[in-house]
């Protein structure tokens, strides 16, 4: 059975670096039918998708977070990975990874979740 | 970025009475390969979205049949035909035509 584990900091400075992994385990991340990816949701409100990697690395970000975002995969450790930089309170959220099965790099998103982790900037 | 709106933004019903949300997109959703990446989610208090429905009317796997969805170009629908006590939650729609992804605000669905 798939499952998708979050991993990282629950606390994090201001103008820091906020990284998370997401350990895949029940199914090899080098599938060729998938992207990994990484969704955010601050407290109380809505879905916000931040970018996606497929197992060759290849990634499409949200341009949103302007730059501040790199997403990386570990095909050995069936693990893919979320940085964020230069983080302030409005990066407070629940950050999720999640499955999208994909055709040509054409996906539904979301059939697959991790829990969540919150994650809050404060000093 | 494709905007997405739901209707309502909440929504009271009975248990066993039908529900429906309703998702505009700012822009056709329709892909130039012919399919509409236009998915449904639903997100249980405390709990990750999971996926109901994708490409308008495909009801992802152990989805019940009492979800169906419905739509084409900029406007589509999820129907609830009976609704059940763990149909409660916040359900989203999301186009993933175009990057950026992106999500409807949620429409609240709770029992009268």
Redesign the interface.
Known sequence: QLQLQESGPGLVKPSETLPLTCTVSGASISSGSYYWGWIRQPPGKGLEWLGSIYYSGITYYNPSLKSRVTISIDTSKNQFSLKLSSVTAADTAVYYCARHTCTNGLCSPGDHWGQGTLVTVSS | ?IVMTQTPISSPVTLGQPASISCRSSQSLV?S?G?T?L?W?HQRPGQ????LI??ISNR?SGVPDRFSGSGAGTDFTLKISRVEAEDVGIY?C?Q??Q????????TKVEIK
Request: cysteine-free.
């Open positions: 970025d892909h390969d399919n990446y998915s989610l990750p979205p999971r996926l994708y490409k992802f989203y999301t993933a035509t990057f950026p992804w992106t999500f409807g605000q949620g």
